[in-house]
C-alpha cells in the first residue's frame, strides 16, 4: 500500500496544479515567423490571449523586464540587444511560455519557422541575406553535403519531411562578389507520437485503482496459500506427534 502514496501525493499536486491556471495562457506569435533574424530585421511581436472589452493592459516582458503594454511589440530595426527571452500576458491569460529571439550580425542566416518537425510535415528553410541583399548560386548543405542548388532561389522546400532530413544545415552564396556562408543549425524531424510521460500522468487516475485490485488480489491469494501450508505443517506434526506418541512406550 506504500507504493500508492507517491501517485496520491502527485494527483494532489497535479489538481492543485490545475486550480491555480485556470486562464489559458497566452501566446507569443512572431511576424515573420522567424526566431532567428539579422541586424536591422523588422520583427512584430503579438501577444494572442483573452482581454475583457476595453481593457488593452497587455505586459509585454523582455528578459522578465516590463517593457511595453501595447498589444503588439514592434521591433523596426533589430539589435543585437533585442535578443532573449519574450514573454507576454493580457488581462484574461497567464503568462505566456517564453519565446527566444536571436538577432545575429553576419550576411547570411538560415531561417524556418520551427527547428522541431514531426515525419510527414512540409518543412522550408530560407537562406536569408542581410537587409535582403540579392544573393546568386545559393547552395543548401545537410551535413556538409550540398542538397540544393539554384541560381537565384533562395528557398529550400521538402514536402514530407523524413527521419534522414534530421541534421546540421547551413546555406551559401554569392551577395555581389563575396562568397558567402550562414552559420549552421540543427533541425530534427521527430517519428510518430510516443505516449509521453504526460499522458501517462493524465491516465494516472486509473491506475491506482487497478493498482489496489491486483495488489488485494495479491495478498488474498498470498493469505489463502500461506494458511493452506500453516494449516498443512500443523497437521503433519500432529500426525508426526501421534507416530511418537504410539512408539513412545
Ligand atoms: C488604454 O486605453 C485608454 C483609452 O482607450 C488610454 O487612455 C490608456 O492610457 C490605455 N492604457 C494603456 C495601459 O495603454
Ligand atoms: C537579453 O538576454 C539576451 C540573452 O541572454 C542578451 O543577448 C540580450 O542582450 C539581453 N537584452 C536585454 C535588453 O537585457
Ligand atoms: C564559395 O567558396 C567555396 C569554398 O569555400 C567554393 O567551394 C564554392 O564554389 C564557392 N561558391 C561560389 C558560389 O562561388
Avoid at 38 to 52: E, I, N, R
Avoid at 233 to 238: E, V
Amino acid at each position: 500500500m506504500w507504493q500508492l502514496l507517491p501517485s496520491t501525493a502527485l494527483l494532489l499536486l497535479v489538481s492543485a496544479g490545475a486550480q491555480a491556471a485556470d486562464l489559458p495562457k497566452a501566446v507569443v506569435v512572431l511576424e515573420p515567423p522567424w526566431n532567428r533574424v539579422l541586424t536591422l530585421d523588422t520583427v512584430t511581436l503579438k501577444c494572442q490571449g483573452a482581454q475583457s472589452p476595453g481593457d488593452n493592459s497587455t505586459q509585454w516582458l523582455h528578459n522578465g523586464t516590463l517593457i511595453s503594454r501595447q498589444t503588439s511589440y514592434f521591433i523596426k530595426a533589430a539589435s543585437v540587444e533585442n535578443s532573449g527571452e519574450y514573454r507576454c500576458r493580457t488581462d484574461l491569460s497567464e503568462l505566456s511560455d517564453p519565446v527566444q529571439l536571436e538577432v545575429h550580425v553576419g550576411w547570411l542566416l538560415l531561417q524556418a519557422p520551427r527547428w522541431v518537425f514531426q515525419e510527414g510535415e512540409p518543412l522550408q528553410l530560407t537562406c536569408h541575406s542581410w537587409q535582403n541583399r540579392p544573393i546568386r548560386n545559393v547552395q543548401f548543405f545537410q551535413n556538409g553535403r550540398s542538397r540544393k542548388f539554384s541560381y537565384t532561389d533562395s528557398e529550400f522546400h521538402i514536402p514530407a519531411a523524413a527521419s534522414k532530413h534530421s541534421g546540421s544545415y547551413f546555406c551559401r552564396g554569392l551577395i555581389g562578389k563575396k562568397n558567402e556562408s550562414s552559420e549552421a543549425v540543427d533541425i530534427i524531424i521527430q517519428g510518430p507520437a510516443v505516449p509521453s510521460t504526460s499522458t501517462f500522468l493524465l491516465h494516472w487516475p486509473q491506475i491506482p485503482f487497478s493498482l489496489v485490485m491486483a495488489l488485494l488480489f495479491a495478498v488474498d491469494t498470498g493469505l489463502y496459500f500461506a494458511v493452506q501450508r500453516d494449516l498443512h505443517s500443523s497437521m503433519g506434526a500432529w500426525k508426526n506427534s501421534k507416530v511418537s506418541w504410539s512408539q513412545g512406550p
